[in-house]
T-cell receptor
Framework: DSGVTQTPKHLITATGQRVTLRCSPR?????VYWYQQSLDQGLQFLIQ???????AKGNILERFSAQQFPDLHSELNLSSLELGDSALYFC?????????????FGPGTRLTVL | GENVEQHPSTLSVQEGDSAVIKCTYS??????FPWYKQELGKRPQLIID?????GEKKDQRIAVTLNKTAKHFSLHITETQPEDSAVYFC???????????FGTGTRLKVLA
């Protein structure tokens, strides 16, 4: 157990809908990262937050947005869902968010868009 | 743009043999290279990492080597065991960018 929690574990929804994925980082970690892992694909970096502010952005679609709250938990919002958005979404946290800080991954949320 | 290529995509070895996975990065300013292991249905976990001021690092049966000139780094697993079967991801990171660029992963299968 990494100490990072994600809810829900599974999510099944229809195209065009909007969903929110939630992540709680390890106690004391200030930085949160979001990744997308499609079937047989690598880990695509989406976005990073540090202490409530966006710090780095990857290949995140305009239909996706995220935020980190004062209690440091983070939410990833996916809207106008398409079939291709079906994937495993991981959240990771690290202490300070520097490039050499180990990232601890949560168990992931499996999103299925029908 | 930043890119990390990883080879091979799949690798099968006999138990007890060695396995080598190679990665090449594009950003010459990259200075931190972690390796993550993801077992089936589980989360990725860090197994070893190396910084650019070091050429090699070893931890029991696992070692990582870095060639900055050629911009590539490799994971070496010796005396492989069935529990080493997993997907391995390399990554590269650059100070100031705060993010990892992951390779596409190598599915290692250790045959008993």
């Amino acid at each position: 157990d990494s100490g990072v929690t994600q809810t829900p574990k599974h999510l099944i929804t229809a195209t065009g809908q909007r969903v929110t994925l939630r992540c709680s980082p390890r106690s004391g970690d200030l930085s949160v990262y979001w990744y997308q892992q499609s079937l047989d694909q690598g880990l695509q970096f989406l976005i990073q937050y540090y202490n409530g502010e966006e710090r780095a952005k990857g290949n995140i679609l305009e239909r996706f947005s995220a935020q980190q709250f004062p209690d440091l938990h983070s939410e990833l919002n996916l809207s106008s869902l398409e079939l291709g958005d079906s994937a495993l979404y991981f959240c990771a946290s690290s202490a300070q968010g520097y490039s050499y800080n180990e990232q601890f991954f949560g168990p992931g949320t499996r999103l299925t868009v029908l | 743009g930043e890119n990390v290529e990883q080879h091979p995509s799949t690798l099968s070895v006999q138990e007890g043999d060695s396995a080598v996975i190679k990665c090449t990065y594009s950003d010459s300013a990259s200075n931190y290279f972690p390796w993550y292991k993801q077992e089936l249905g589980k989360r990725p976990q860090l197994i070893i990492d190396i910084r650019s001021n070091v050429g090699e690092k070893k931890d029991q049966r696992i070692a990582v080597t870095l060639n900055k000139t050629a911009k590539h780094f490799s994971l070496h697993i010796t005396e492989t065991q069935p529990e080493d079967s997993a997907v391995y991801f390399c990554a590269a990171s650059t100070s100031g960018t705060y993010k990892y660029i992951f390779g596409t992963g190598t599915r290692l299968k250790v045959l008993a």
